[in-house]
């Protein structure tokens, strides 16, 4: 059982940055792959970002790549999202999840465990 809570999300503008945590606690992270999803208002939750177990390998949607940067470190059982050049279109809740097959994945049925969620807003 892991459970997981997000931080560092809030109020930025248009062009801004934030870095949002994910904290776990319980057994087993360190074997957990890690997503972060998004869900905006008035849509369904879509992909974000995924990290491998080891942190080796790490995947992207389409619509932050090369703004996003989702990394790991388990000795303090945290995984990151960095998010540069935020658009308005960012405006979503952000959840992390944790995967126990430990190999990253797009695919939100393939995470176990959730957070509650922290809410990005990007004013324009």
């Known amino acids: 059982q892991v459970q997981l809570v997000e931080s560092g999300g809030g109020l930025v503008q248009a062009g801004g940055s934030l870095r949002l945590s994910c904290a776990a606690s319980g057994r087993g992270f360190s074997t957990y792959a890690m997503g972060w999803f998004r869900r905006a208002p008035g849509k369904e939750r879509e992909f974000v970002a995924a990290i491998t177990w080891s942190g080796s390998s790490t995947n992207y949607a389409d619509s932050v790549k090369g703004r996003f940067t989702i990394s790991r470190d388990n000795a303090k059982n945290t995984v990151y999202l960095q998010m540069n050049s935020l658009k308005p279109e960012d405006t979503a809740v952000y959840y992390c999840?944790?995967?126990?097959?430990?190999?990253?994945?797009?695919?939100?049925?393939?995470?176990?465990?959730w957070g509650q969620g922290t809410q990005v807003t990007v004013s324009s």
């Open positions: 999840a944790a995967n126990p097959r430990g190999v990253r994945s797009s695919y939100s049925a393939d995470y176990r465990y």
